[in-house]
């Protein structure tokens, strides 16, 4: 349970509200377990809980008596110093309150501010491996101190702030989220001399105890200090000097994180011109030392690129001091993963690019021979994952030289030849031109390329392919290069007319690839060799093997044939480029308007909705013929006996809602019962809908199967002006339980006659006679007057018969079922006799019933 409240607080507990009394409930539970070395766990979980819940919930505040509670319970958990009380088998409770408390200072930015005496306290005198939480939370709350006091300029003194021993600022709760990273270096803070002097001696009793915590530790407690040391101006960042000795020699990659934390915050005010060359050759070397993993080698290249200089010439650019001499040890070879290799060569490549003289042209070279060696090795079937390797390389060294005419040149007769030996590598040549068009300023080189590669494939004898799946690649690449407005495209027409002329396309899936070649040859513009290109066409129409191939080149014959240059590459484009004008329906019949037009898309709002129209009405049944007046037994008979099942019609009317401009056409509802008691209710249909006209009056007829009410979804599918089809969920209908009332079908008797029906069915519906009948009673505290006022208001059309403060009701109930009620009047009250041979619908009938005295 702690873990799903860890994981999902804010679905558990929705609300302030629910979060405070669940936040309560962990507290008691942590008070009523005994501090046991196996209960632990437990209770450590049960602090983390009760914080996040009160937290995410935003119930923590000032008001909230769980948030009281939970900081009194930390604050006193956490003053068990040394394992006084509790014992080493407390200390992990101690510290997860810590934790807890840091938390909390994180979120609420100031609210331990008022209590940084205490804190200190607690840090100095703690002395169990538990020192590190205490510092850590020491620091941040100092830190937040600090920048808030900044932030508010003269209200209060740093001096009264370090000594503060007040209570919690609560404040600060309604101030989530106040210290953003951005306001820090917008933050001055200049306090008295005595203040500046109490404050460097509390960082310098923090700093010089910081090497008894964890790396990680080191490093935040160095970031939250130093943080708090930029605001003041009048405390130098030299305070941190005696620190970066001992962590120059650091190999854990916290510290040295942590290092270039400062040397961004502080620059040149802390690190000189040696400490920063010397920073530079240390990275350079952890990224290439072979003892560390592939994963922090990759970071340090990482932290090279994004170098913080002391005199930057730029936002962004390598640090001047890294020059080809100096990264000489991180040229990529052979015999590293890939993701070492692609960093070097992005780095490198970085490198020599903003580097001058002969080393930066050796760099570039050897960069160069080594992306052909990759070439060599994707060429001779190593796989994908040298494939990716050498198409990402190429990428790389194609961002940084791409200007530069003769190493790209030989990269592109290694593509060439790589091309040759592996026909399966046509997607990875797709990709290398997409990506280096969409990167590259000057796109020279990706058009070089796609016209060597043109020329290669156009080339190719087609008595020497062997295997229909290299042709495929092939045509793939063609369909590419055909996007090329740069290169022409007359050979490539030329080797199609070859290609069909050798009968070698017999196939489905061989035939579309060459018709995927003559579509974006068709959406050139203007598209090239009109004449060929539609002999092609025609040809392939009259004599391809397969009928889907032969319409579809029909299919662009007409088109070619029927619609100038600019229609045509309107017609064809599959993106959402702008059309020129409008086209008829048949000429889209490939374009992306006649998807949008096949397209059903949804609605977030029904522009309609149903309103109701008069009284349920029961589908018409056979008449019975009259009987004489004295069978009243036998036409009781009739009545109660199975026949076949009643229907109920409930009318409405289809309104717009907040009329639109334009009408709806083809307006189809559809309804989904949200329980079985009912048979599916078949959909209704709606020309038009517009505001000009009257509202349509729609009958929906429902089957019940059993005599319940029920709540019918209504979803509405139309059609707008523009030819698009829309979805909609409307409001669902409600259908209630006096929906379901029919009258009974009485013949045209005397009253007495009536009375003697109604008693002889009453009779019938005795709970004794058959197991589904049932008797119940109910009292309406209605005077006799207002009696016969509310029967008839509510059964006029059940009324079966009626006397002296006597009123006898009858209906039925669809599918066939049926109620009988003997309403009495008597003083001040009526008593109702129900009967009925379905006992399951007393429930809804005595809180309809009930619910009519309510509302009168």
């Known amino acids: 349970m702690l873990t799903l409240l860890l994981e999902f607080p804010t679905l558990l507990c929705p609300d302030p509200e629910v979060g405070e009394q669940t936040a309560g409930s962990l507290l008691v539970a942590f008070a009523q377990l005994a501090p046991m070395p196996k209960l632990v766990w437990l209770r450590c979980h049960l602090l983390f809980a009760t914080g996040t819940l009160l937290v995410t919930t935003d119930a923590f505040g000032e008001g909230c008596r769980a948030a009281r509670d939970y900081l009194s319970l930390l604050l006193h958990l956490t003053s068990d110093l040394n394992d006084r009380h509790g014992g080493p088998g407390e200390r992990p409770v101690r510290t997860a309150a810590c934790e807890c408390l840091r938390e909390l200072e994180s979120c609420y930015p100031g609210l331990l501010s008022r209590r940084l005496e205490t804190l200190r306290s607690l840090q100095q005198q703690e002395a169990s491996p538990a020192h590190q939480a205490y510092t850590l939370l020491y620091g941040l709350a100092l830190r937040n101190a600090v920048l808030l006091l900044?932030?508010?300029?003269?209200?209060?003194?740093?001096?009264?702030?370090?000594?503060?021993?007040?209570?919690?600022?609560?404040?600060?709760?309604?101030?989530?989220?106040?210290?953003?990273?951005?306001?820090?270096?917008?933050?001055?803070?200049?306090?008295?001399?005595?203040?500046?002097?109490?404050?460097?001696?509390?960082?310098?009793?923090?700093?010089?105890?910081?090497?008894?915590?964890?790396?990680?530790?080191?490093?935040?407690?160095l970031w939250q200090l130093a943080q708090a040391v930029s605001v003041v101006r009048t405390q130098s960042p030299a305070i941190f000097k005696a620190q970066l000795v001992r962590l120059f020699g650091a190999a854990d990659v916290a510290l040295l994180h942590a290092i270039l934390q400062l040397k961004a915050l502080f620059t040149d005010s802390l690190f000189t011109g040696e400490d920063e060359a010397f920073l530079l050759r240390r990275l350079v070397g952890l990224a290439q030392h072979p003892a560390l993993p592939a994963p922090v080698r990759l970071f340090y290249l990482d932290c090279l690129i994004r170098f913080p200089e002391n005199r930057p010439l730029g936002e962004e650019g390598l640090p001047v001091l890294l020059t080809p001499p100096t990264a000489a040890g991180l040229f990529p070879n052979l015999f590293q993963d890939p993701g070492t290799t692609l960093a070097r060569l992005n780095l490198l490549g970085l490198v020599c690019v903003e580097s001058e003289g002969a080393e930066a042209e050796r760099g570039a070279g050897y960069l160069l021979e080594h992306v052909l060696a990759l070439g060599e090795l994707a060429a001779r079937q190593g796989g994908h994952e040298a494939a990716g390797l050498f198409f990402r390389a190429i990428f790389l060294f194609a961002r940084y030289f791409g200007a530069r005419t003769q190493p790209m040149w030989e990269l592109t007769c290694c593509l060439l030849g790589v091309y040759r030996r592996r026909r399966a590598l046509a997607p990875n040549l797709i990709n290398l031109l997409d990506e280096a068009h969409a990167a590259l300023e000057m796109p020279a080189w990706p058009s070089s390329l796609a016209r060597a590669l043109q020329e290669l494939v156009v080339a190719l004898p087609l008595e020497e392919e062997e295997e229909e799946e290299e042709l495929g690649w092939h045509l793939k690449l063609l369909a590419r290069l055909a996007k090329e407005s740069g290169i022409p495209q007359g050979s490539t027409v030329s080797f199609l007319w070859r290609l069909v002329g050798s009968g070698q396309?017999?196939?489905?899936?061989?035939?579309?690839?060459?018709?995927?070649?003559?579509?974006?040859?068709?959406?050139?513009?203007?598209?090239?060799?009109?004449?060929?290109?539609?002999?092609?066409?025609?040809?392939?129409?009259?004599?391809?093997?397969?009928?889907d191939v032969q319409d579809r080149a029909r299919f662009y014959y007409t088109l070619l044939t029927s619609l100038s240059a600019e229609k045509l590459g309107a017609v064809l484009a599959s993106g959402d480029c702008p059309k020129a004008r409008t086209l008829s329906s048949s000429i889209v019949a490939d374009s992306e308007s006649f998807a949008a037009a096949l397209t059903v898309h949804p609605a977030k709002r029904a522009p309609m909705q149903l309103q109701r129209e008069g009284p349920t009405r029961a589908v018409p049944a056979a008449p019975r013929p009259c009987p004489p007046e004295q069978d009243v037994e036998g036409y009781c008979q009739g009545l109660l006996e199975p026949g076949d099942p009643s229907q109920l019609c409930l009318t409405y009317r289809l309104v717009p809602v907040k009329p639109p401009q334009t009408p709806l056409f083809s307006v189809v509802l559809r309804f989904s019962c949200s329980d079985p008691h009912y048979e599916p209710v078949p959909e209704l249909c709606v020309p038009c809908l517009s505001s000009c006209r009257p509202p349509p009056t729609l009958t929906l007829v429902l089957q019940p199967r059993c005599p319940y009410p029920t709540l019918l979804g209504v979803s509405a599918l139309y059609t707008t002006p523009a030819g698009l089809t829309y979805c909609a969920q409307m409001e669902p209908l409600h259908v209630a339980f006096p929906d379901l009332?029919?009258?009974?079908?009485?013949?045209?008797?005397?009253?007495?006659?009536?009375?003697?029906?109604?008693?002889?069915?009453?009779?019938?519906?005795?709970?004794?006679?058959?197991?589904?009948?049932?008797?119940?009673?109910?009292?309406?505290?209605?005077?006799?007057?207002?009696?016969?006022?509310?029967?008839?208001?509510?059964?006029?059309?059940?009324?079966?018969?009626?006397?002296?403060?006597l009123f006898k009701i009858g209906m039925s109930l669809p599918p066939q079922h049926h109620v009988l009620l003997r309403v009495q009047s008597a003083e001040d009250s009526a008593r109702v006799g129900i009967r009925t041979d379905h006992w399951k619908v007393l429930p809804h009938l005595s809180e309809y019933l009930q619910s009519l005295v309510g509302a009168g």
């Open 150 to 221: 900044a932030r508010r300029r003269h209200q209060g003194a740093l001096g009264e702030l370090l000594s503060g021993n007040e209570g919690l600022a609560w404040e600060a709760a309604g101030e989530l989220g106040a210290l953003s990273p951005a306001a820090i270096d917008q933050l001055l803070l200049l306090p008295s001399p005595a203040d500046a002097k109490e404050l460097k001696g509390v960082l310098s009793l923090l700093l010089d105890g910081s090497y008894l915590l964890a790396p990680a530790a080191q490093s935040a407690l």
């Open 741 to 805: 009332f029919v009258p009974l079908a009485l013949p045209a008797w005397p009253p007495e006659s009536q009375h003697r029906l109604f008693d002889a069915l009453w009779h019938q519906l005795h709970p004794d006679g058959a197991s589904e009948c049932a008797e119940s009673f109910l009292c309406w505290p209605v005077a006799p007057q207002p009696l016969g006022a509310l029967v008839r208001d509510h059964f006029a059309g059940y009324l079966v018969a009626e006397g002296p403060n």
């Open 505 to 547: 396309l017999g196939d489905w899936r061989s035939g579309q690839a060459l018709l995927r070649v003559c579509r974006n040859l068709l959406q050139l513009q203007p598209p090239p060799a009109l004449a060929q290109l539609a002999d092609l066409l025609q040809t392939v129409a009259l004599s391809h093997g397969d009928v």
